[in-house]
């Protein structure tokens, strides 16, 4: 049975030969594995975006690889370049005009007069950062002025797939399904996170007070997102995708109520969801933040497997006793206190603790409930994937 055949099994509720193991990395997690400069993955040619992941796929042999999937598109990438100065500044450079940015020690970083214009298709998931006169706009922060729907139709006309296409947007996934071993279960991650997607773009304390001031401007917004987002889907699934981990932020009883949620958040996910399923693609759900009381709910979807983060104390256990042995759930091990930072026979005793309280049934996946950090050793992955695997 190779990786693909075990992940699958596992999330139609099949017998698998062992319990699988899912990898979450970082960006900075997948450059310092792969030596593959961070400046070099976010802004420039993505045969660096896509090597750099390969490469960490050789070096784990995991089950199944949650992909940084979207990426730059063509055109900017061949207007910008990157300067590394002797003293060790980096800039980002626009060709056309010639102006240079200053980037962070990290690269992700870009400090600038003013919030630049977003491309199209957009990018929404955080890994730039810009900083303007000393304040802090991350990507999915920066905020648009929406005031009425001919805003929406103006600053973000739907686009469909074979645009998406042309423009090379998704080409990272493309590349890597090409030179991927196909034994690999390989799932896109960063779609459909619509709730996240238009907040975002309005600011979240602009997106909260829109929620009460004007809820229909709001869903006239979330359904834009979520039909372009399924634009997206069609990309991933003709690029060869097995899946997509797709999920939200914001949305945990930590943020929005009940009553929020299942009017703003859950309708739009539930309609991409089939979506997804519709044109064959598998789909594992990801939350962020207190989602305990919205696991009920979240049944309602037709997801194949579900997994939640690390923090407040969220228990393995406790997530299956909600949910019912129906559905596939994947593995929440503290990313930092555990793998990175713990003893490692507190990673054995965890893995194979996490195994016998949600996965005695065989629907599970072994992972972390948050990305894998830069800095943990390489050896404490290869203990965590032999452990699931040998246990």
Not at 23 to 51: H, M, W
Not at 376 to 386: A, H, M, Q
């Given at each position: 049975?190779?990786?693909?055949?075990?992940?699958?099994?596992?999330?139609?509720?099949?017998?698998?030969?062992?319990?699988?193991?899912?990898?979450?990395?970082?960006?900075?997690?997948?450059?310092?594995?792969?030596?593959?400069?961070?400046?070099?993955?976010?802004?420039?040619?993505?045969?660096?975006?896509?090597?750099?992941?390969?490469?960490?796929v050789e070096r784990f042999k995991?089950?199944?690889?949650?992909?940084?999937?979207?990426?730059?598109?063509?055109?900017?990438?061949?207007?910008?370049?990157?300067?590394?100065?002797?003293?060790?500044?980096?800039?980002?450079?626009?060709?056309?005009?010639?102006?240079?940015?200053?980037?962070?020690?990290?690269?992700?970083?870009?400090?600038?007069?003013?919030?630049?214009?977003?491309?199209?298709?957009?990018?929404?998931?955080?890994?730039?950062?810009?900083?303007?006169?000393?304040?802090?706009?991350?990507?999915?922060?920066?905020?648009?002025?929406?005031?009425?729907?001919?805003?929406?139709?103006?600053?973000?006309?739907?686009?469909?797939?074979?645009?998406?296409?042309?423009?090379?947007?998704?080409?990272?996934?493309?590349?890597?399904?090409?030179?991927?071993?196909?034994?690999?279960?390989?799932?896109?991650?960063?779609?459909?996170?619509?709730?996240?997607?238009?907040?975002?773009?309005?600011?979240?304390?602009?997106?909260?007070?829109?929620?009460?001031?004007?809820?229909?401007?709001?869903?006239?917004?979330?359904?834009?997102?979520?039909?372009?987002?399924?634009?997206?889907?069609?990309?991933?699934?003709?690029?060869?995708?097995?899946?997509?981990?797709?999920?939200?932020?914001?949305?945990?009883?930590?943020?929005?109520?009940?009553?929020?949620?299942?009017?703003?958040?859950?309708?739009?996910?539930?309609?991409?969801?089939?979506?997804?399923?519709?044109?064959?693609?598998?789909?594992?759900?990801?939350?962020?933040?207190?989602?305990?009381?919205?696991?009920?709910?979240?049944?309602?979807?037709?997801?194949?497997?579900?997994?939640?983060?690390?923090?407040?104390?969220?228990?393995?256990?406790?997530?299956?006793?909600?949910?019912?042995?129906?559905?596939?759930?994947?593995?929440?091990?503290?990313?930092?206190?555990?793998?990175?930072?713990?003893?490692?026979?507190?990673?054995?005793?965890?893995?194979?603790?996490?195994?016998d309280v949600a996965g005695k049934?065989?629907?599970?996946?072994?992972?972390t409930g948050s990305c894998v950090?830069?800095?943990?050793?390489?050896?404490?992955?290869?203990?965590?994937?032999?452990?699931?695997?040998?246990?």
């Open positions: 049975m190779n990786s693909r055949e075990r992940i699958i099994s596992v999330m139609e509720g099949k017998e698998t030969d062992v319990v699988p193991v899912e990898l979450f990395f970082s960006t900075e997690a997948i450059c310092g594995v792969s030596g593959i400069p961070p400046y070099k993955f976010l802004y420039q040619d993505v045969n660096y975006r896509t090597r750099a992941q390969l490469a960490c995991p089950d199944s690889f949650i992909l940084w999937a979207k990426g730059r598109t063509s055109n900017w990438i061949k207007n910008h370049d990157v300067e590394i100065k002797n003293n060790g500044e980096a800039y980002l450079i626009e060709k056309e005009s010639g102006k240079k940015y200053k980037l962070g020690s990290n690269y992700h970083a870009q400090y600038r007069d003013s919030i630049p214009p977003r491309e199209k298709p957009f990018i929404m998931h955080g890994e730039i950062e810009v900083i303007v006169n000393g304040q802090q706009f991350m990507t999915m922060d920066d905020k648009y002025p929406i005031s009425s729907k001919e805003d929406i139709d103006r600053l973000f006309p739907l686009e469909q797939a074979a645009s998406v296409k042309q423009r090379g947007f998704w080409d990272t996934l493309k590349l890597f399904k090409k030179q991927c071993d196909p034994g690999l279960y390989v799932e896109a991650g960063g779609v459909g996170s619509v709730f996240r997607l238009a907040v975002g773009i309005l600011g979240l304390n602009s997106g909260f007070i829109m929620i009460n001031e004007n809820p229909e401007l709001l869903k006239y917004l979330l359904n834009r997102m979520m039909e372009q987002e399924m634009e997206y889907l069609k990309v991933v699934k003709d690029y060869g995708a097995d899946g997509i981990h797709t999920g939200e932020i914001w949305t945990g009883s930590d943020m929005i109520s009940p009553q929020v949620y299942d009017e703003f958040s859950f309708p739009y996910q539930k309609e991409l969801v089939a979506e997804a399923k519709h044109l064959g693609l598998m789909v594992k759900y990801y939350l962020t933040g207190n989602v305990v009381p919205r696991l009920e709910k979240l049944l309602e979807m037709d997801i194949d497997a579900l997994h939640v983060e690390e923090t407040f104390n969220i228990d393995i256990a406790d997530v299956r006793k909600r949910v019912g042995n129906d559905i596939a759930l994947v593995g929440n091990l503290d990313a930092i206190n555990l793998l990175e930072k713990g003893l490692k026979e507190d990673i054995i005793k965890k893995v194979k603790h996490q195994i049934d065989g629907r599970f996946i072994t992972s950090t830069m800095h943990t050793d390489p050896e404490r992955i290869d203990l965590l994937i032999n452990t699931s695997h040998g246990y």
